[in-house]
């Protein structure tokens, strides 16, 4: 959350910008836990959780094939960096649309 407002910049993962994948990789650096750079690759990490049984942390993919990433907050949100000209934010899950499943890493 401390990097809601930092701006979108494709292919970075931090300190300052981010793309999606690039969000979730620097988080999960934060926690000692190690991730490609890749929302495509992140989506078959860690185990499958059903919509119903979203936790914080879990992460949220969109598309087919899947091109984006977010990080579940809980009530129905989530943080994740969009795309260019808006800053990482948070946001409800289903504003993304095309929502394809989650997977929890920890």
Do not use: E, K
């Not at 993962?13 to 650096?29: E, I, K, N």
């Not at 899950?93 to 989650?102: E, H, L, N, Q």
Request: glycine share 12%.
């Amino acid at each position: 959350m401390a990097q809601v407002g930092d701006p979108y910049v494709w292919a970075a993962a931090g300190p300052d910008a981010f793309d999606c994948s690039g969000l979730v990789q620097y988080a999960y650096a934060a926690a000692g836990i190690d991730l490609p750079h890749s929302s495509r690759m992140q989506s078959t990490m860690g185990t499958p959780v059903s919509r119903s049984a979203l936790q914080p942390g879990d992460l949220l993919f969109f598309y087919s094939p899947v091109s984006h990433v977010g990080i579940y907050i809980g009530n129905g949100q989530m943080v994740h960096a969009s795309t260019a000209g808006v800053p990482v934010r948070t946001a409800a899950i289903d504003s993304m649309g095309s929502y394809t499943g989650a997977r929890r890493i920890a």
